[in-house]
C-alpha cells in the first residue's frame, strides 16, 4: 500500500515520511491538489490513504478532496486532512465533503501516526 502525501511545504512532506516509515509504506508526493489527482490517475489502486493539505496553489486540497470523492475511482480512499485550518466550520466542511479524519498543524509524529491507525486500522 502506498500513502499519498499532499502538501506544497516540502517540510511538511519530509515529516509525513519520516512519521509514516514505521508503517513500512511507500510515500507518493504532490505539491497541490492538481498533482494529486494526476498522481491518483496512475496509482489510484495501489493509494491506501491521501493526507491532504487544505491551503495549497493551483488547487486546495477541499477542492482536490471533492473531486476524489466524486470520481469512483478514488471515492474509496480514506483522506486524512492536515492543515493549519482549525475553524469548526472548515472542519464540517472537510467532514462533509468525505474526509475521514483531521489533524491541525503543528502537530507530532505521534499524532499523525495515531491518526492513520485510527483511519485505516495499520498497527
Request: hydrophobic share 45%.
Amino acid at each position: 500500500m502506498k500513502i499519498l502525501s499532499v502538501d506544497d511545504s516540502k517540510i511538511i512532506r519530509q515529516i509525513i515520511k519520516n512519521a509514516i516509515s514505521i508503517f513500512g509504506y511507500e510515500m507518493l508526493e504532490a505539491g497541490n491538489g492538481k498533482e494529486a489527482l494526476d498522481i491518483l490517475e496512475k496509482e489510484h489502486a495501489n493509494v491506501g490513504l491521501i493526507l491532504l493539505d487544505w491551503n495549497m496553489p493551483v488547487m486546495d486540497g477541499i477542492t482536490a478532496l471533492k473531486a476524489c470523492k466524486a470520481d469512483a475511482r478514488f471515492a474509496h480512499i480514506p483522506v486524512i486532512m492536515v492543515t493549519t485550518e482549525s475553524e469548526r466550520q472548515k472542519v464540517v466542511e472537510a467532514v462533509s465533503a468525505g474526509a475521514k479524519n483531521y489533524v491541525m498543524k503543528p502537530f507530532t509524529q505521534e499524532t499523525i501516526q495515531s491518526k492513520i491507525i485510527e483511519t485505516i486500522g495499520a498497527a
